[in-house]
Nanobody, 118 residues
Framework: QVRLVESGGGLVQAGGSLRLSCAAS????????MGWYRQAPGNQRELVAS??????NYADSMKGRFTISRDNAKNTVYLQMNSLKPEDTAVYYC?????????????WGQGTQVTVSS
């Protein structure tokens, strides 16, 4: 089993910054993709950013403001969020894909609340 522990959410004023972290532990030999998604009330969960050994991918509205990175030695993925806007308010979820026995297993974190005040 794989456990994901997220941290770094909170309340920030518009224009401010936050850094989210997600540490994976458990039965992990290697990790494929790591990413962040978010879900605002009444909305579907949407991709924020993802990262693999091949590079990064961002939702259009996050490009230039958010930066995703990972520390493979620590099995940790980070999301640096700058120039935050009230519309960035959501629960942010970490997602990790672990290859095992020829299959891909997807794990989700418990979510961390990010609230941006105007």
């Amino acid at each position: 089993q794989v456990r994901l522990v997220e941290s770094g959410g909170g309340l920030v004023q518009a224009g401010g910054s936050l850094r989210l972290s997600c540490a994976a532990s458990g039965s992990i030999n290697s990790i494929g993709s790591m990413g962040w998604y978010r879900q605002a009330p009444g909305n579907q969960r949407e991709l924020v950013a993802s990262i693999t050994s091949g590079g990064t991918n961002y939702a259009d509205s996050m490009k230039g403001r958010f930066t995703i990175s990972r520390d493979n030695a620590k099995n940790t993925v980070y999301l640096q969020m700058n120039s935050l806007k009230p519309e960035d308010t959501a629960v942010y979820y970490c997602k990790v894909v672990v290859p095992r026995w020829g299959q891909l297993y997807t794990y989700w974190g418990q979510g961390t609340q990010v609230t941006v005040s105007s």
